[in-house]
Nanobody, 126 residues
Framework: QVQLVESGGGLVQAGGSLRLSCAAS????????MGWFRQAPGKDREFVAT????????YYADSVKGRFTISRDNAKNTVYLQMNSLKPEDTAVYFC???????????????????WGQGTQVTVSS
């Protein structure tokens, strides 16, 4: 069984920063693709960023490129999402997800991810 636990969400003013963490346990994640998704009320879950655990290759949604940075600490089995220059439209529940290695064509598809955390709320006030 795989467990993912997110933390670090909260309330921040527009222009501020937050760092989300996702601690993984239960399996060895040396080859897993790790991703961050978000879901705002009334909207579908959308891709935010992903990192290939072994190759350190990152991909970002256009809406967050240049503002968000995904990283990982293999020794701690933890993935981070540094969010800078936050905007009110970034408000959502943020989810961490893990998948067996994915072809690039699938990395933005939440249906291809096998394990999910419970989510952490991020609220950006204007």
């Amino acid at each position: 069984q795989v467990q993912l636990v997110e933390s670090g969400g909260g309330l921040v003013q527009a222009g501020g920063s937050l760092r989300l963490s996702c601690a993984a346990s239960g399996r060895t994640f040396s080859s897993y693709t790790m991703g961050w998704f978000r879901q705002a009320p009334g909207k579908d879950r959308e891709f935010v960023a992903t990192i290939r655990w072994s190759s350190d290759t990152n991909y970002y949604a256009d809406s967050v490129k240049g503002r968000f940075t995904i990283s990982r600490d293999n020794a701690k089995n933890t993935v981070y999402l540094q969010m800078n220059s936050l905007k009110p439209e970034d408000t959502a529940v943020y989810f961490c997800a893990a998948a067996v290695p994915l072809p690039i064509m699938y990395i933005m598809d939440p249906r291809k991810y096998d394990y999910w955390g419970q989510g952490t709320q991020v609220t950006v006030s204007s």
